[in-house]
């Protein structure tokens, strides 16, 4: 141990003695990168830390936001269909990579409510997310077409959601059903609809739009590959358990 010592000691020395050599103004400029390396290094530490891992799931009511919940945090649907009147909130590892080896980021998931009295929950949460995913009832898509559309055109609009564009999927559930319809079909429906909520409410003047951002370009139909962040279409089946395209959008946005 006194040999170490003595060694650290030799080194030290010799360190005072190179400094002591040295013209005074490149010692400062030394002194100076390593502070800029130090601040550039917390910086990107901050940074990373800081980086949001929520996951906003978003949509009507019934259209099965609430058993997607339990299916990403529990790998079950639990008691089948549930309408929910309160917001769940949890942080947790994805059923589907408890089992992974090696060290798996949580994620945090909050499943809003689609009761039209429950909209400023959304308003609450959507700052915070990484990500949306607006479920949509692929089954009884035709009779709550027009509602879905003015609510993900509220959410396409939000300020905070295309300033930090926070990407967006539109998740159509319930594909298993025989009578459910396609994702392009949504798809294309869900577009036309936005186009005419676009151009009613571009009708309306600027003063009387608040936090909203306009879509799309002028004079062209309107199609999600318009907006400013990332919009995709899938499907699946929440109440069968196939929700590997959600799971996989979650490991693209948190884990990225």
């Known amino acids: 141990m006194d040999e170490w010592i003595n060694q650290a000691e030799a080194w030290a020395g010799q360190a005072e003695r190179w400094i ?4 005074p103004e490149q010692i400062y400029v030394a002194v100076a990168v390593i502070a ?17 891992n929520t996951i906003v799931l978003s949509g009507l009511s019934g259209s099965g936001k609430t058993i997607l919940f339990y299916q990403l945090r529990d790998g ?5 269909t549930v309408t929910s009147m309160e ?9 589907s990579e408890l089992e992974r080896k090696g060290k798996v980021k949580p994620v945090h998931i909050v499943d809003v409510p689609g ?3 429950l909209k400023p929950k959304l308003d609450e949460f959507l700052p915070q997310a990484a990500g949306v995913v607006f479920v949509v009832d692929a089954q009884d898509f035709l009779s ?3 509602a879905a559309a003015e609510y993900l055109y509220d959410i396409l609009t939000k300020a905070t959601v295309v300033k930090k564009r926070v990407p967006v999927l539109i998740f159509c559930n319930k594909t298993d059903k025989v009578t459910a319809h396609s994702k392009e ?7 036309k609809e936005v186009n005419k909520l676009r151009e009613s409410r571009n009708a309306i003047s600027s003063a009387d739009i608040t936090d909203e951002v306009q879509l799309g370009v002028p004079g062209e139909a309107f199609n999600f590959s318009q907006c400013q962040n990332n ?6 089946a929440g109440l069968t358990g196939n929700v590997s395209a959600v799971e996989q959008f979650i490991r693209e946005h948190v884990r990225a």
């Open 144 to 146: 709550s077409m027009q």
């Open 36 to 52: 800029l390396t130090i601040l550039v290094l917390f910086a990107a530490s901050c940074f990373k830390s800081s980086k949001s």
């Open 185 to 191: 079909f949504i798809k294309k429906q869900l577009e």
């Open 231 to 236: 919009v995709t279409v899938a499907e699946g």
């Open 20 to 23: 002591r050599q040295q013209p």
């Open 115 to 117: 009761h039209a009295r």
């Open 87 to 95: 917001h769940n909130n949890d942080t947790f590892v994805l059923h």
């Open 76 to 80: 079950s649907a639990h008691q089948g």
